[in-house]
């Protein structure tokens, strides 16, 4: 989620140097700039750590026009929602119509008036952040403050389709809270939802990439995605999950496998190929989560899934 302080990024594409001097210029002082002369440039810098908050796309540019540009950029999932304001020097209402059909917020018209830009830029950019903030609070489950198991379904199919693409190894990990029935039947529904908020917190303060993601699947269980990890790390990742829940020390005088909260864990890793389905990893974790409770609980189990 964008925070309030937080500068946020506009990318300019235009092959004209000149107009990138003019738009950076009107623009730097309140937001972070970055620049491509070109749509192959514009489309490679979004997919990289600078992502936009917004883009100002030239039309006419040699190789790649921006009309071709934001077809891409809202052809996939991963970057349809980024606004884009055309600037141009076309004046005719059928270009105009086109480009907001192709899912443009905007037109600015050249020459530029430096007022306008930052107008437009500032009222665009401010829908984005409350936008940002509506899909982030969506995302969200509301007892334990990680994501939800809607935001995992959405983020698990497109580190699959990466894996997929990148030729990569993904894992996933569940974990289940054990005897968690008992702890609520006997210290009540408010001790069970602090227990909930305080395993959520252990397990996802053990993440320690950006890419990696805990979240609340249901109940007392949990889910979590590690792109590119591969089974004996994500089993390193697992074991130590299930140690920092166990240093939670949140006494469960009636579970039958310590006198404090545990949980149990399965871990699934492979390397997918088109055609595999993304659900049997889930399915395979989910197997190894009931061999670990039916191995006494309180432990990990893992599995590795063939694509062949």
Known sequence: MVGQNKRQRILIVDDSSFNISILGEALSDEYDISVAKNGEEAIAIVGSDKRPDLILLDIVMPRMDGYETIHLLKSDDGTMDIPVIFITSMTEEEDETRGLAMGAVDYITKPFSTPIV?????????????????????????????????????????????????????????????????????????????????????????????????????????????????????????????????????????SECADHVTISVGVASTRPVMGMARSDLIKGADQMLYQAKQAGRNRVEKTELEND
């Open 118 to 254: 930052k107008a437009r830029v500032r009222t665009h950019l401010e829908l984005k952040r409350k936008t940002d903030m509506l899909q982030n609070l969506s995302a969200m489950d509301g007892l334990t403050g990680i994501p939800n198991r809607r935001k995992f379904d959405e983020t698990f199919e497109e580190e699959w389709r990466r894996s997929v693409r990148e030729k990569g190894v993904i894992s996933v990990i569940m974990m289940d809270i054990d005897y968690f029935k008992k702890y609520n039947d006997n210290y009540g529904h408010g001790e069970g939802d602090r227990c909930l908020r305080l395993v959520s917190s252990a397990l996802d303060g053990t993440l320690n990439r950006a890419s990696d993601m805990v979240a609340r699947y249901g109940g007392e269980e949990f889910i979590a995605i590690l792109p590119g990890t591969d089974g004996p790390t994500a089993v390193v990742m697992a074991e130590t999950m299930r140690r920092n829940v166990e240093k939670q020390n949140i006494a469960h005088a009636h």
